[in-house]
């Protein structure tokens, strides 16, 4: 619900209207935000594969790839102006689609 708030997209199409005048600002969005929520997910992914539970190769690769499913196109279709924000319906079958289809591809083989 959050990254696809108003003031959160306000804040995201800022940043990405300013990025070019300011990569310090974009560097700096990106650390404590989408960087930081990647780097903690690849963390606890590594962590998941040292039990075995799940086989990857580099965890900050996949934890990447993941997040952009669960962003899916939903997020650039609502920056863009296309269509408003998804229902909690919409959002929790976009969720379960990507953490199921995510799951399927990381299992032990």
Same mark, same amino acid.
């Given at each position: 619900?959050? &990254?696809?708030?108003?003031?959160?997209?306000g804040? &995201?199409?800022?940043?990405?209207?300013?990025?070019?005048?300011?990569?310090?600002?974009?560097? +700096?969005? &990106?650390?404590?935000?989408?960087?930081?929520?990647?780097?903690?997910?690849?963390? +606890?992914?590594?962590?998941?594969?040292?039990?075995?539970?799940?086989?990857?190769?580099?965890?900050?690769?996949?934890?990447?790839?993941? +997040?952009?499913?669960?962003?899916?196109?939903?997020?650039?279709?609502?920056?863009?102006?296309?269509?408003?924000?998804?229902?909690?319906?919409?959002?929790?079958?976009?969720?379960?689609?990507?953490?199921a289809?995510?799951?399927?591809?990381?299992?032990?083989?």
């Amino acid at each position: 619900d959050v &990254y696809m708030s108003p003031s959160v997209l306000g804040i &995201y199409r800022i940043i990405i209207t300013e990025a070019g005048r300011f990569p310090d600002l974009a560097r +700096v969005f &990106y650390e404590k935000g989408p960087g930081r929520t990647t780097a903690h997910l690849a963390k +606890v992914l590594q962590a998941a594969a040292d039990r075995k539970e799940i086989q990857i190769g580099d965890p900050l690769l996949v934890a990447g790839h993941f +997040v952009g499913m669960i962003r899916d196109n939903l997020h650039l279709q609502v920056v863009l102006g296309l269509r408003p924000p998804p229902t909690e319906g919409e959002a929790q079958a976009t969720v379960a689609s990507a953490v199921a289809l995510f799951l399927n591809g990381v299992r032990p083989r």
